[in-house]
């Protein structure tokens, strides 16, 4: 498979890869580990004019701790986060959903930035940042602004990101005391995306019920979205059986989710329920310690 | 426009002039000859085409020439040295690792990434670290005992293949 053909360009700043943005602007796209789409360009469902290839910025490249906060720069692989040590203590749902993707291969190119960006309906980063409410930098010429996550996943492969802008950083928190969380994912027995993937995030309230509850959940519509509904309904309650059941009835519409070869929507919808059921006790067990 | 591009590849550095859309498996097996490395899907299902960039496995299907500049390529004609096979290709050897050898390069430098990170995987790790390759005569299991066997001989342990007698005052 031979993609169109193309000019490339390696930007060594995120200036550089600006201008460049700004020069060419439609005609050109950001490569960063290339392994969403490359696959696309060789298909030829992706014909840009232009690669601005991202790849070797350095200052996109870090994990670093700030204000309670992880910030982990676009370029950081998924590899560089499932063996991340300070990820591993601070905010151990990342890795264990990193571990998740794909193959080592792939996980030693793949970007967190390429992924959030592409937003590819069934990928494993969306669920676990809008669980995690993390923060998105975005650069674009009239400088750094931060998208809220929950804000982010617009539609299929649409984000919140402006023309000229480039997805620079994602911060996630720190994982506050009694406080879990939980990635799990039913893969697609093939291609290993996810059919349909949940994240929860619990937080204790000194009387042991829940304080705080996020669901994030990927695979199962055009964009990744927040369970909010059952999140309100799971606050001020311990997590158990009939509170599950209760809260979780009737979480999502199968109207509102995919159907395709690998599921239909109504099967979809069960798979949130189960996997969302089985995310929450994890993340309560993890947040009692 | 074509790009000059400097990669070194098994030690031996080239320069070369590519079109930016040239894949890395085709500047190793097309322009520099070297046919070890297989192309088996040809979309970053298979692992046939995996080979070690600036020392981690990747899919050279997957990646362009251009974006390897300056960038240090091991594929499965740089391992072993002087005559002597890796333990990896000595594992495979031993333990009937392959029947066509069609997915063997790629999965031998998948495994050599692994034991580089794990010098002493558990099978269920060794399984795990091979979700990226494909082999579809053997089944797995010859080759998860061949990576045991080069895991066990990289650690320097005396191993002894199956089917042969432990040497006399073996422990």
């Known amino acids: ?289 | 426009m074509r790009h000059t591009i400097q990669v070194t590849v098994n030690g031996q550095t080239h320069r070369v002039e590519v079109e930016p859309r040239l894949l890395l498996v085709e500047l190793i097996r097309d322009v520099l000859g070297l046919t070890g490395t297989h192309v088996g899907c040809d979309t970053s299902q298979c692992g046939a085409c995996t080979v070690h960039v600036n020392g981690e496995a990747v899919k050279s299907c997957t990646m362009f020439a251009v974006q390897a500049d300056g960038c240090e390529i091991t594929t499965v004609e740089g391992l072993a040295t002087d005559e002597q096979l890796h333990p990896l290709q000595e594992g495979f050897w031993q333990e009937h690792g392959l029947q066509c050898g069609f997915c063997t390069p790629g999965i031998i430098m998948a495994a050599a990434d692994l034991l580089k990170r794990n010098p002493d995987p558990s099978e269920e790790e060794i399984r795990r670290a091979l979700e990226g390759n494909f082999c579809r005569c053997t089944g797995y299991h010859n080759i998860v005992r061949a990576i045991r066997y080069a895991a066990a001989r990289m650690r320097g342990e005396a191993v002894v293949p199956r089917g042969e007698a432990a040497p006399t005052g073996a422990s």
Do not use: W
Not at chain 1, 3 to 31: C, S
Not at chain 1, 244 to 264: I, N, Q, R, W, Y
């Open chain 1, 1 to 289: 498979m031979i993609p169109q053909t193309f000019e490339y360009k390696k930007a060594q700043t995120i200036d550089e890869a600006l201008a460049l943005l700004r020069e060419h602007g439609d005609e050109a796209k950001v490569l960063a580990g290339g392994h969403s789409l490359i696959p696309l360009m060789k298909l030829r469902l992706s014909t840009p004019e232009l690669l601005i290839d991202i790849g070797g910025i350095q200052e996109l490249s870090e994990i670093r701790e700030q204000d309670g906060r992880i910030e982990l720069g676009a370029l950081v692989t998924h590899r560089t986060i499932e063996f991340s040590e300070l990820l591993k203590q601070k905010c151990p749902v990342l890795p264990e959903a990193a571990a998740q993707i794909g193959d080592p291969q792939v996980r030693n190119k793949g970007t967190i930035g390429g992924s959030l960006a592409h937003a590819d309906p069934a990928a494993d980063y969306p669920a676990v940042v809008l669980a995690l409410d993390a923060e998105i930098e975005a650069t674009g010429p009239d400088g750094r602004r931060t998208i809220p996550v929950r804000d982010f996943f617009q539609g299929l492969f649409t984000t919140a990101l402006r023309p000229g802008e480039l997805l620079t950083r994602v911060r996630v928190p720190v994982m506050p005391p009694r406080s879990g969380a939980a990635y799990l994912k039913f893969p697609n027995p093939a291609s290993r995306y996810a059919v349909v993937g949940v994240a929860a995030f619990v937080k204790l309230a000194p009387d042991d019920t829940c304080a705080e509850v996020r669901i994030g959940i990927t695979g199962a519509a055009a964009a990744a979205f927040r369970a909010t509904e059952a999140e309100k309904r799971l606050v001020g309650k311990t997590i158990d059986d009939r509170t599950l059941t209760a809260a979780l009835e009737d979480m999502v519409d199968p109207d509102d989710l995919l159907s395709d070869l690998a599921a239909t929507a109504e099967y979809r919808a069960h798979l949130c329920h189960v996997l969302t059921r089985r995310a929450l006790r994890q993340a309560f067990e993890r947040a009692h310690g």
